[in-house]
Structure formats: structure tokens, C-alpha cells
């Protein structure tokens, strides 16, 4: 079984796709990308609150209170039109970003103490809505300037006039540490990268191991050989075992050392939960891929056994990808939380106790009824792997 393990090894060490999905991936390609998606995202939504923003006034008359606001804000710098109908085609062609029409009486409405409206032009066909924000932002002081002067009219005390203003003030006493509200964020994505390396790094070579082998002629010469077919199948699982694992493992340390040289720049609760988070916590993360690379290689070498060529094995390997996201995304929906429950379903299971070993919460009893669990379901995969490479239908298909 080792001598068809070795020589099956040292053939994928020789292919260079295989070298890029196990090796130049996790180490290089995965952090980077990631890490510099985060720091540009970062830097862009924090330039998009303070970029200068073109806008246009009218009705300034009806209300020098609000248009002076507008004018005092140094990120907004006004542009004139000729009139209110130019609206739609200077957001059109990137003149302004918005347009602010005070209507007419506005002041009159606001002395007769009667509610009033200004209208906001803008194009909100986007993601993050940064433009409307920063206009509430700046209509939403001027309201609470407003409440103040009415409510200073009456000559109430300073207890007084807050309670007219926020009669009920909701104190907020969070029972998370920081390295737990950032954990949440960063712990539900963490499972996704990892399953979804250890995948993709086994899938490649597992398409040549049984697909690949049939169409290349050589697997009744293996099969011919004065070994047992169970040790074949064993063989090739640990190839895939071996090739999952390592870019999983070497995605975690690349990550690991990551974190170590750029984790003393980050700030706020980012830096609080890579500074909380240890070597026994990477530890028992890549404990958890083991029995989840073994699944991912039974299933694999399962498919590419059963397919006539390489072709149909890589047609037939690609939908299983969404059957690895979909329980992944499943753990970071609201209301799904580690508990004996979900501690038995595949890949969720994993997926929710990576969230709580980052987010430093785990509990160790459902850490070791995960472990079994999912170990127990690889060794029935791999044993369906075994029965299915024994059948000589499934082998000789074509």
C-alpha cells in the first residue's frame, strides 16, 4: 500500500496544477488576496466618508439654518445649476452626487410648529448607501438643533429638556469581549477559506488518481498487481488525505504568520482578537480539518472512480462544491449556534466550531462529539469508497 502511495505522490509532486492548488495557493495566493481585499475595502469605505462630494442647492433662501450647515461641511463643496429639472442629468453624468430641494414656506412651516420635508436626489443604486448617510447625518443635527431651541422656549430645566428629548436611554452592557464581537465577523468566514482550500487542493489530483488512470490505460495494470484492492484504495486516499491536508495546514500557518508580522498595525477589536487568539487555537483548527480533508477525499475518489473519463469525473467533481458552501454559509446564518444539535451535521458542525475557537468560546465537550462524529462519517465514506472501487462495473464503465 505505501509503495502505491509513494509512487502515486511523486507523481502529483511532478505535476505543476497540483503544486499550485496545494502549495502556491494556501501559502501565497489565498492570504494575499484576502488580506489586501480587507486592507482596500477598509481604506475605501473609510475614503468614502470623508471624499469631497459635489452637490446642489435649492430653496437656500426658504432656509439659511440647513443650507448654512451644508456650507460648513468642508468634505461637500456645492456646484450651481440653472435649475431644478438639470437634476437627474448632473447625477447622470457624475457633476454632482446629490441634490438638496428645500421647498418653499419651510421656515414658515417649522415657526407654525407643523412637520415639513426637504427632498433628497441621488442615485442609491449602490451597495453601501454612503451618500444618503451623509446627508441624514447633517439633517438629523439640524432636527436635533431645532428640538433644543423649541424645547429651550419653554424654559425647562436641563433634566427636563432631556427627558422631552429621549425620554428612555438605552444603556448597552454587552456580556462579549472584544475578541468575541470581532471573532463572530472573522470566525464565520475563516471555515469557508479553509474547506474550501482543502478541497480544492484534493480535487485535481483525485480526477487523475481514478478518472485520469482509466482514460491513461493504467489502472488494470495496477489492478493486476499482488496487492489487495482495499490497499489501493487506501493508497489513494492518502495521497488525497495528504494533498488536503498540507494546503489546509499551510494556509493556516500562512495565515498564522500573517497575523504575527502585520497584526501589531491593526486597531480597535481586530487587534484584540489576533492578539487572544494562540498557537492552541491554530492547533485545534487544523485538528478539526483532519477527519474534514478525509471526507473530502472519500467523496472525491468516490466520484473520479466512478467516471468514464477525466472530463466527465471534472463535470461530475464541480457541483460538490456547493454542497460544501451551503453548510458552511449555513453557520453564520442567524440563530444557528454550537449545540448538540448541530453538533452532529457534516461540515456545519466544523464550520461552527471554528467560529467559537476563534472567538475564544469554545466548549470542549462538543469540540470531542464533533471530532467523532465527523470522524465516524469519513470512515463510512471511505468504506463506500472501498466497496465501490471492488465492483467491477463501477471500474469498467466505458
Known amino acids: ?13 511532478r505535476d505543476r496544477k497540483t503544486l499550485i492548488f496545494t502549495i502556491l495557493i494556501p501559502i501565497f495566493a489565498m492570504p494575499l488576496i484576502f488580506g489586501g481585499f480587507a486592507y482596500v475595502s477598509s481604506n475605501m469605505f473609510k475614503n468614502a466618508k470623508t471624499a469631497e462630494m459635489r452637490y446642489a442647492l435649492f430653496g437656500k433662501d426658504h432656509s439659511p439654518g440647513l443650507s448654512g450647515r451644508f456650507a460648513q461641511q468642508h468634505n461637500l463643496r456645492e456646484v450651481p445649476l440653472a435649475s431644478e429639472g438639470d437634476i ?16 418653499p414656506h419651510f421656515e414658515a412651516s417649522l415657526q407654525q410648529q407643523q412637520q415639513t420635508k426637504v427632498v433628497l436626489h441621488y442615485n442609491s443604486a449602490s451597495t453601501v448607501d454612503v451618500t444618503q448617510q451623509r446627508v441624514r447625518e447633517i439633517v438629523e443635527a439640524y432636527n ?5 431651541s423649541a424645547l429651550s422656549a419653554l424654559n425647562l430645566s436641563p433634566a427636563q429638556l432631556a427627558f422631552a428629548l429621549h425620554p428612555i436611554v438605552l444603556d448597552k452592557q454587552s456580556t462579549a469581549n472584544e475578541r468575541e464581537q470581532m471573532g463572530a465577523i472573522v470566525g464565520g468566514m475563516l471555515p469557508y477559506l479553509l474547506l474550501m482550500v482543502c478541497l480544492t487542493a484534493a480535487m485535481y489530483p483525485a480526477i487523475d488518481l481514478g478518472a485520469g488512470e482509466k482514460e491513461r490505460g493504467t489502472l488494470e495494470t495496477l489492478l493486476l498487481a499482488p496487492v489487495p484492492r482495499s490497499a489501493i484504495v487506501l493508497a489513494k486516499f492518502f495521497v488525497l488525505f495528504t494533498v488536503g491536508m498540507t494546503s489546509a495546514v499551510l494556509m493556516v500557518g500562512s495565515m498564522g504568520a500573517l497575523l504575527a508580522i502585520f497584526g501589531s498595525s491593526l486597531e480597535g477589536n481586530m487587534a484584540v482578537m489576533v492578539r487572544s487568539i494562540g498557537l492552541p ?8 480539518l483532519v477527519p474534514t480533508a478525509a471526507i473530502f477525499a472519500s467523496l472525491l475518489l468516490s466520484i473520479s ?14 457541483p460538490l462544491m456547493l454542497f460544501v458552501i451551503l453548510p458552511t454559509v449555513a453557520a453564520m446564518l442567524p440563530g444557528v449556534e454550537l449545540n448538540w444539535m448541530w453538533a452532529m451535521v457534516p461540515l456545519t458542525n466544523v464550520s461552527l466550531a471554528m467560529k467559537e475557537l476563534v472567538k475564544g468560546t469554545m466548549d470542549y465537550r462538543m469540540f ?3 471530532l467523532a462524529s465527523t470522524t465516524v462519517i469519513a470512515g463510512a465514506l471511505l468504506m463506500l469508497c472501498r466497496w465501490w472501487f471492488n465492483r467491477e462495473s463501477v471500474l469498467f464503465r466505458n
Open 88 to 103: 437627474r442629468r448632473a447625477i447622470g453624468d457624475d457633476t454632482i452626487k446629490f441634490a438638496v430641494v428645500i421647498p
Open 1 to 13: 500500500m505505501w509503495t502505491i502511495y509513494l509512487k502515486e505522490l511523486l507523481e502529483l509532486t
Open 368 to 370: 470531542g462529539v464533533i
Open 281 to 288: 487555537d491554530l492547533a485545534m483548527v487544523t485538528l478539526m
Open 305 to 318: 472512480i466512478y467516471a468514464k473519463s477525466y472530463k466527465e469525473a471534472a463535470g461530475m467533481i464541480t
Open 144 to 148: 436635533a438643533s431645532l428640538r433644543e
